[in-house]
């Protein structure tokens, strides 16, 4: 493992290679309190995102700043939402076992239940090259595939106790990567076998939370505890860390990366929070923009819409959020 420490004389050089603060507006969503999250823009420039609290579907229409909601089964507490080139919105079902499907045109919502009732919190969602689901379940310590054509679910139990696995990401190869929110390990499954492989990282302390993979396959991460964002070269196996611009401090959390493989993510120890650009080819921290509007408390998940070049996230003070990138 290399460690990379851009110190000079103790302190962090990032003024001097950073560029200006990206453009960051917010929205804020009318139903109070309701912990807005995991935005997705559609086709349509619509942005969907779910009301965890509030119990709820609903999407904001940039150009015009209107929110529209969709009810939906009591209890589910959505976690996560994404949307398919249909247009149809896949949400997890955090605290009922499922994971539903919104059609926004009729609101109606057909629902795929957990085979195994240990798989109660469905956490993240993402789709893979072939349009199917991959998903993780944090507390019932499951990686899940939903087949989107058949219905089908499988679920993968992840092997080391308590690994909490979190964020999830799909490289070219449509294999899923995960964090192990709960130890110090990465993982993947292989699509064809549903064998799953875990990766050490360098500290037993690290606690990865989101995960990001640039173009070339290489899988980032950041580390909630330490306060370093890290990449995984799968071909050979090798870990490489830097830090982050408030180091121990940045309890790191969102995490994306755009379509020039710059990783970006939020610091959330820091208030308001930071979103930071890191140039994955320079190894460097590139921007640092507070989110100053809102503060944003917590933001726990970003989404890059390559149509308008921006990032979207939800916050803990009730706001959906655009960072347009430069």
């Known amino acids: 493992m ?5 110190l000079a ?43 965890q609290t509030g119990n709820y579907i609903a999407y904001l229409d940039p150009a015009t700043g209107k929110f529209k909601r969709y009810e ?34 009729s609101g109606a919502i057909k629902r795929y239940p957990m085979p195994d009732p240990a798989a109660g919190d469905p956490h993240t969602l993402v789709f893979d090259r072939s349009g199917d689901i991959w998903f993780t379940v944090q507390q019932g310590n499951f990686v899940g595939k939903l087949e ?103 309890l790191i959390y969102a995490l994306t990366v755009d379509d020039q493989d710059r990783i970006w993510f939020v610091e959330t120890g820091p208030q308001p929070n930071r979103l930071v650009g890191f140039d994955t080819k320079a190894l460097k921290v590139m921007s640092e923009t507070p989110i100053a509007k809102s503060g944003a408390k917590v933001v726990r998940h970003m989404s890059y819409d390559p149509g308008s070049r921006a990032i979207w996230f939800g916050t803990d003070a009730n706001t959906i959020g655009r960072a347009t990138l430069p």
Do not use: C
Not at 86 to 98: D, E, R, S, T
């Open 2 to 6: 290399i460690r990379v420490l851009m």
């Open 148 to 250: 989107t054509g058949s219905g089908k679910v499988r679920l993968v139990k992840v092997p080391t106790s308590n690994a909490r696995p979190y964020g999830i990401a799909v490289d070219s190869k449509s294999r899923p990567w995960f964090n192990e929110f709960g130890t110090s390990k990465l993982g993947t499954v292989d699509p064809k076998t549903f064998a799953l492989k875990e990766y050490d990282l360098p500290d037993p302390a690290a606690r990865g939370r989101r995960i990001a993979i640039t173009s070339d396959d290489r899988i980032w991460y950041g580390d909630y505890v330490r306060g370093v964002i890290g990449r995984l070269d799968p071909a050979t196996g090798k870990i490489q860390e830097w830090d982050a611009p408030a180091r121990r401090s940045a």
């Open 72 to 105: 939906i089964e009591d209890g589910t507490h959505p976690h996560n939402l994404i949307v398919d080139k249909a247009g149809a919105v896949w949400y997890a079902g955090n605290q009922n076992g499922m994971i539903g499907k919104l059609d926004p045109a």
């Open 9 to 51: 004389g103790g302190l962090f050089i990032a003024a001097d290679s950073a560029s200006a603060p990206v453009k960051i507006d917010e929205w804020t969503v009318p139903w109070e309190k309701s912990r807005p999250r995991d935005p997705y823009a559609d086709a349509q420039k619509r942005v969907w995102f779910v009301g």
